[in-house]
C-alpha cells in the first residue's frame, strides 16, 4: 500500500498507520498520519505489547509516571540482541539519555551546573553577538544562502561548544559525526544505517577521548573539566559514562536547537503578519518560541517501558509494554489547543511537550529556547526581506524533525517594517 493511497483511503488498522508513519514518505510528513492514529484514541495498541500515544494529556502523564521508563540493558538484550558490538547504540546507552534511576539522576545532577537559570541567562549577550556576526556573514554571501549551514547549525553549535570547551577550530567536524550518530534514535533503523550511525559514534567517542586528555593535562573552566574531574574523583561516573555524556551534551545541545530555527524559520516566513508582530515587539519571543515548538516539534517522539500494570487513555498496559510517545502529535492534540493546525503564537497556556517532561525533561531546554528567542527577532529586524528562495530539502528523520537544506535570500539589510497597533489576532495565518 502506498502511503499517498492510504492517506487518501483513510486507515481503518493502527498498525497500518504505525507502518506508514515509519516510511520515508511518513517521515516527510508525519502531521497526517497522526490524525489517523489519534482517529483511535488517544492511546492505541499497535501491537501484542506494543502502544501508541498520541494525546496530550496521556503523553504529558506517562512521561512523568515512575512505573515507565527508558529501555535498559536486560530490555535491550531481548529485543536488540548483539546491542553492545555497535558503538553507536552503546554510546547512547550509557548516557543520561538511555538510563533510570538512580543512575540517571546522578549523572544529570553532575551536567546540571552548566544549565542553572543564571548561568543561562548570562549567555544571552553572547549569543547576540554570535548571531550577530551570523548575520552579517550572511549579508556578505552570495545569494541564495543555506540557512542551515550559515545560521541554524552555527550559533547553537558554538554555544554548546564553549560550555564544553571544544575549540572553535573543531567545530565544523561536529554537524555530520552528529547528523549520522542520530540516525540510532530512529524507531527504526537499517543496517546500512546503523553503520552510519556507528561511524559517527566512534569518530565522536575519539575527539571526545583526546578532549578529556587534554583536560586532564590543562583544566580549564568548562563542563568538560568538571565531568572529568567528578570521574577521576571516585565513582562518580565511569570511563563510558564520561564519554557517552559528553557526545550526548554535543549532539543534543545543537541537534534540537538547529531543527527549532529551521522550522521555526519557515513556520515564520509562512505567515508574514507573525513574522511581522515579533520584529517590532521582541518581548513576544517567548510566546512565539514556544508555539513554534509546539506547532512544529524538533523532537517528535520518545519511548518509555512500563514496569507495572497502568491505565490510560481507557487501555489497560501491561508491565514490559513498549510506549511510543508521539510529542508532535501530543502538540496538536485538539482537546489541549483549539485549531491546532494554526500556528497562533497568541493562544493561552502554551506548554509544548518538545522537550519531554519528568525526570527526561531536556537538561539544555531553557538554554535552546534563549538561543531562540534572541535569534528570531534579530533575524527579522535586520533581514526583513529575508525569505525562502528554492526548495527546502527536509531529513528523513522522524524523531529529530528537520531541514537538511533551507535557502534562503537574504536582501540587504534595512530598517524594520513598523506595524502600528498589531492586536493579537493578527498574529494568526495570513489570508
Given at each position: 500500500?502506498?502511503?499517498?493511497?492510504?492517506?487518501?483511503?483513510g486507515i481503518v488498522d493502527p498498525t497500518d498507520a504505525l507502518a506508514l508513519l515509519m516510511s520515508p514518505e511518513g517521515r516527510l510528513d508525519p502531521y497526517p498520519t497522526y490524525e489517523r492514529l489519534r482517529a483511535h484514541g488517544p492511546v492505541v495498541q499497535a501491537g501484542p505489547v506494543f502502544?501508541?500515544?498520541?494525546?496530550?494529556?496521556?503523553?504529558?502523564?506517562?512521561?512523568?509516571?515512575?512505573?515507565?521508563?527508558?529501555?535498559?540493558?536486560?530490555?535491550?538484550?531481548?529485543?536488540?540482541?548483539?546491542?553492545?558490538?555497535?558503538?553507536?547504540?552503546?554510546?547512547?546507552?550509557?548516557?543520561?539519555?538511555?538510563?533510570?534511576?538512580?543512575?540517571?539522576?546522578?549523572?544529570?545532577?553532575?551536567?546540571?551546573?552548566?544549565?542553572?537559570?543564571?548561568?543561562?541567562?548570562?549567555?544571552?549577550?553572547?549569543?547576540?553577538?554570535?548571531?550577530?556576526?551570523?548575520?552579517?556573514?550572511?549579508?556578505?554571501?552570495?545569494?541564495?544562502?543555506?540557512?542551515?549551514?550559515a545560521f541554524a547549525y552555527p550559533l547553537p553549535v558554538g554555544v554548546i561548544c564553549a560550555l564544553l570547551g571544544v575549540p572553535a577550530a573543531d567545530r565544523p567536524l561536529f554537524r555530520r559525526w552528529a547528523t549520522d550518530l542520530t540516525g540510532v534514535l530512529e524507531p527504526e533503523i537499517t543496517?546500512?544505517?546503523?553503520?552510519?550511525?556507528?561511524?559517527?559514534?566512534?569518530?565522536?567517542?575519539?575527539?571526545?577521548?583526546?578532549?578529556?586528555?587534554?583536560?586532564?593535562?590543562?583544566?580549564?573552566?568548562?563542563?568538560?573539566?568538571?565531568?572529568?574531574?567528578?570521574?577521576?574523583?571516585?565513582?562518580?561516573?565511569?570511563?563510558?559514562?564520561?564519554?557517552?555524556?559528553?557526545?550526548?551534551?554535543?549532539?543534543?545541545?545543537?541537534?534540537?536547537?538547529?531543527?527549532?530555527?529551521?522550522?521555526?524559520?519557515?513556520?515564520?516566513?509562512?505567515?508574514?503578519?507573525?513574522?511581522?508582530?515579533?520584529?517590532?515587539?521582541?518581548?513576544?519571543?517567548?510566546?512565539?518560541?514556544?508555539?513554534?515548538?509546539?506547532?512544529?516539534?524538533?523532537?517528535?517522539?520518545?519511548?518509555?517501558?512500563?514496569?507495572?500494570?497502568?491505565?490510560?487513555?481507557?487501555?489497560?498496559?501491561?508491565?514490559?509494554?513498549?510506549?511510543?510517545?508521539?510529542?508532535?502529535?501530543?502538540?496538536?492534540?485538539?482537546?489541549?489547543?483549539?485549531?491546532p493546525a494554526r500556528f497562533d503564537p497568541w493562544r493561552a497556556q502554551i506548554a509544548p511537550l518538545s522537550f519531554g517532561a519528568g525526570p527526561h525533561y531536556c537538561l539544555g531546554a531553557a538554554l535552546a529556547r534563549l538561543e531562540a528567542q534572541v535569534a528570531f527577532p534579530l533575524l527579522l529586524?535586520?533581514?526583513?526581506?529575508?525569505?525562502?528562495?528554492?526548495?527546502?530539502?527536509?531529513?528523513?528523520?522522524?524523531?529529530?524533525?528537520?531541514?537538511?537544506?533551507?535557502?534562503?535570500?537574504?536582501?540587504?539589510?534595512?530598517?524594520?517594517?513598523?506595524?502600528?497597533?498589531?492586536?493579537?489576532?493578527?498574529?494568526?495565518?495570513?489570508?
Open positions: 500500500m502506498k502511503a499517498s493511497d492510504a492517506w487518501g483511503g502502544y501508541v500515544v498520541t494525546g496530550y494529556a496521556e503523553a504529558d502523564a506517562i512521561l512523568r509516571d515512575a512505573r515507565f521508563g527508558v529501555m535498559d540493558d536486560a530490555l535491550r538484550d531481548q529485543f536488540m540482541p548483539g546491542w553492545r558490538e555497535s558503538p553507536a547504540v552503546l554510546s547512547i546507552s550509557r548516557s543520561m539519555l538511555r538510563t533510570n534511576p538512580p543512575d540517571h539522576s546522578r549523572m544529570r545532577r553532575l551536567a546540571a551546573g552548566a544549565f542553572t537559570p543564571r548561568r543561562i541567562a548570562a549567555m544571552r549577550d553572547v549569543v547576540r553577538a554570535q548571531a550577530d556576526e551570523l548575520v552579517d556573514a550572511m549579508l556578505a554571501a552570495d545569494e541564495p544562502v543555506d540557512f542551515m549551514a543496517a546500512d544505517e546503523l553503520a552510519v550511525a556507528d561511524r559517527g559514534a566512534t569518530e565522536l567517542r575519539d575527539y571526545f577521548t583526546e578532549l578529556v586528555a587534554a583536560r586532564r593535562r590543562a583544566p580549564a573552566d568548562d563542563l568538560t573539566t568538571a565531568l572529568v574531574q567528578a570521574h577521576d574523583g571516585g565513582d562518580r561516573l565511569s570511563g563510558d559514562e564520561l564519554l557517552a555524556n559528553l557526545i550526548v551534551l554535543l549532539v543534543a545541545g545543537f541537534e534540537t536547537t538547529t531543527n527549532l530555527l529551521g522550522n521555526g524559520l519557515v513556520a515564520l516566513l509562512e505567515h508574514p503578519r507573525a513574522a511581522a508582530a515579533l520584529r517590532e515587539r521582541p518581548d513576544l519571543a517567548p510566546a512565539y518560541v514556544d508555539e513554534l515548538l509546539r506547532y512544529d516539534s524538533p523532537v517528535q517522539l520518545t519511548s518509555r517501558m512500563s514496569t507495572a500494570p497502568s491505565r490510560y487513555g481507557d487501555v489497560d498496559l501491561p508491565p514490559e509494554s513498549w510506549v511510543i510517545v508521539l510529542l508532535g502529535a501530543a502538540n496538536r492534540d485538539p482537546r489541549r489547543y483549539p485549531d529586524r535586520r533581514l526583513p526581506g529575508l525569505a525562502v528562495a528554492g526548495r527546502p530539502e527536509r531529513r528523513v528523520r522522524l524523531t529529530l524533525r528537520g531541514h537538511a537544506t533551507l535557502p534562503v535570500s537574504v536582501g540587504r539589510e534595512a530598517a524594520p517594517v513598523t506595524v502600528p497597533g498589531t492586536p493579537p489576532g493578527a498574529a494568526g495565518p495570513t489570508p
